[in-house]
């Protein structure tokens, strides 16, 4: 690692920026005065695209956040040291990845999110992914199952098997994954307050499939700073929902090796309104919050944050995103560095991962969507992140169906296997323009992590409102821009089409509810009651211990729940009673 | 002097996505309207009843978990059971093409998806309330 402080930084002797800065202003005063005089030169004038005066008086970035110029020239990277600021790939600070060499040992997964109805249809659908080549499903559960709450309870009325499948009890997961080969096929959800549950929920499976859990290759995203900062599915308040998080981190690092207990997501505080820069300084606040949950299980860092990362979102401005990876990994190396005292690449390398801008998919003309994901895809692949989710065309419409969402997820395989995109480890690097954003996004997104450290840390800035706050304020500016006309969004204020051809989307199972709750009346009664009342009444001592501060683990305890058959919301409604419910501050 | 028009904004049911709603809140305190906005999972009893005490005349409900058809249903018989037949519910979130009519049919004045101007729904709301002034 090259850490030394040199005297000069940037790569070019004086004489060579001097030189620059002549050229420069030669260049303004010369073509660029001469092409904006107000006229067109013959030059010029044969194409009807070609306009006298500049588009926008001032052109930036896609969250605003920078001013853009004219051209980029080596005074931009004069004050970059090419080794020390920009490296190597695979060495700290990882602003050109984090894997030597780049994507030349790498293969895209299919890797979908899937789940809707009851097991039956989510069931089917499982199965045509895997015979279409998925290696990775992750479920997508409905909200009352992310909420802990059963089928039949009142709040879930018509929205079981919604947006997501409902499992109740270890019986449903077991019918969803029936025939699926679990051994080979990564799997986990994206739900992110009832995460030792969905730990003990697949540990069950495997043990119910005759499998040692540890074959298993489970991801969860179990991420409940998500939830209070865009998504809205919390249940407790943050400091419980963290520590039962990280129940889980503490469980996997000792006894699941192959399981991965977490990842931050930033992908919905910056579709709610949150600028690039404000994404990485959060996300990073985030994760640090999380390693230190960890360490207070006696977990060390260098044994959580290789099974840590920071998923992201990819927004439209190409240019600001690619900046945007290579600073947030550099921002990390370098935050982390001065946190842990260490130096441990172990440590220090930040994997990012995507699900690129759903927020920026239109329900106007659909198909434009396939365009904007491809350049959401290709900006994330040339900043060198190493997990890509794609959301499906008609997504803002209705759930994907199995042809827009396969359709989707090559986006990645096609500019990876056919475009020569990862030829080469961080393509873009050493570019003026490049490293410069880099650079002013790092320095941006440093203010914004100082800001939540003083305020107390990720927890605190949630439990004040700052993040929601920060988001609404984005979002508002956002709708304004669109509305005004000032920002394009092509068929929704520009090329808008009076009659929009129809498109088929995905139908619902609108059967799902009632058999959902007659299937969860059918366990209630043939289970073994004593049984069940046991392992409940072990989470609630568990619960309590926690309460009263001097914590155990609550995965064991909620895998005999589970192994009991004892439903999700009788299992989340004891730990309800012991934690109460998280009260938000409202604010619009 | 002239009364300011009362709006609720609320999110119905367990869907948490609020940025929808949060704008259009703030979109119609803009254009000077006085709105409520409840934060998230309020059923349709909590609903009628802010409805009630702040004596709103419209209701906008956030709905983007397909959950709509049952909700609004449930939340317009609430509004007539409970003498707030006159309240209009207007709509916004994702909503198929195929439930637009239904909803409609039910009694909901107006569905808004996404891509909707902030203005549109401003006017939408400022008609309703001069038509019903002049029923």
Known sequence: MSKRKSKRKGPYNSEFVERCKIELKRWEEGPVKDRLCGELKPQFSAYSSVLTEETRAEFRTGS?????????????????????????????PYTR????????????????????????????????????????ILLALDLPTQLGLDSDHSLAEGEVGKVGLALNTLDDLE??????????????TIANCIGPWML????????????????????????????????????????VAIDLASDVVEYMCKYLPGWEPQYNCTTTMRWGGCTAAQEVGFGIANLIC????????????????PRLNLHMSTDNDFFEEISKFRAVRRLWAKTASERFKTDDPRILGLRVTIFTAANRLTAQEPFNNIIRTTAHVLASILGGVEYIAVPAHDEALALPTFESTRLANLTKNILHDEC????????????????????????????????VEALGGAVAAIEKGFYLKEMAEGMYRYQKEVDSGERTVIGVNRFVLEKEPAINIFKGDREAERRQTERLNNIRQNRDKAQVEKALAEVRRVANTKAAGKGENIVPSMLEAVRAYATVGEIFGVLREVFGEFQPVVIT | MKKNIRVLIAKPGLDG??????????????????????GLRQTPETIVQTALQESVDIIGLSILSGAHNELCSRILKLLNENGLGEVSIIVGGIIPREDISILKEVGVKGVFGPGTKM??????????????AQA
Do not use: C
């Not at chain 1, 040992?105 to 895997?130: C, I, M, T």
């Not at chain 1, 019918?175 to 986990?188: E, F, N, Q, T």
């Not at chain 1, 949950?293 to 060390?300: E, N």
């Open chain 1, 200 to 239: 003990a929920m697949f540990h069950a499976l495997g043990e119910a499939n005759h499998l040692d859990p540890k074959q298993l290759r489970v991801r969860l995203q179990n991420d409940p700073f998500k939830e209070y900062t865009g998504r809205g599915t919390y249940v407790f308040p943050p400091g």
């Open chain 1, 290 to 305: 999380y390693v230190e949950a960890a360490q207070r299980k006696g977990i060390k860092p260098e044994e959580v944050v």
């Open chain 1, 64 to 92: 605003g956040d920078f001013s853009i110029k004219r051209v980029y020239t080596p005074l931009d990277i004069a004050d970059i040291d090419p080794i020390e600021d920009i490296g190597f790939p695979g060495e700290y």
């Open chain 2, 17 to 38: 996505h609020e940025s929808g709603a949060k704008v259009i809140a703030r979109a119609l305190r803009d254009a000077g309207m006085e709105v409520v906005y409840t």
């Open chain 1, 175 to 188: 019918r969803v994954m029936d025939g699926l080969p679990l051994a080979s096929l990564h799997i986990g």
């Open chain 1, 420 to 451: 020569f995109v990862g030829s080469t480890a961080d393509p873009l690097g050493g570019s003026y323009f490049i490293e410069s954003l880099t650079n002013q996004i790092e320095e941006k997104a440093r203010d914004w992590y100082d800001k």
């Open chain 1, 97 to 136: 990845g984090r894997d030597p060499v780049g994507y030349r040992a790498f293969q895209w997964p299919l890797n979908f999110y899937s789940g809707f109805g009851s097991s039956e249809s989510a069931h089917k659908r499982y199965h045509d992914l895997v015979a279409a080549g998925a290696t990775e």
């Open chain 2, 119 to 132: 203005e549109t729904v401003v006017e939408f709301v400022k008609n309703l309330v001069k038509k019903k």
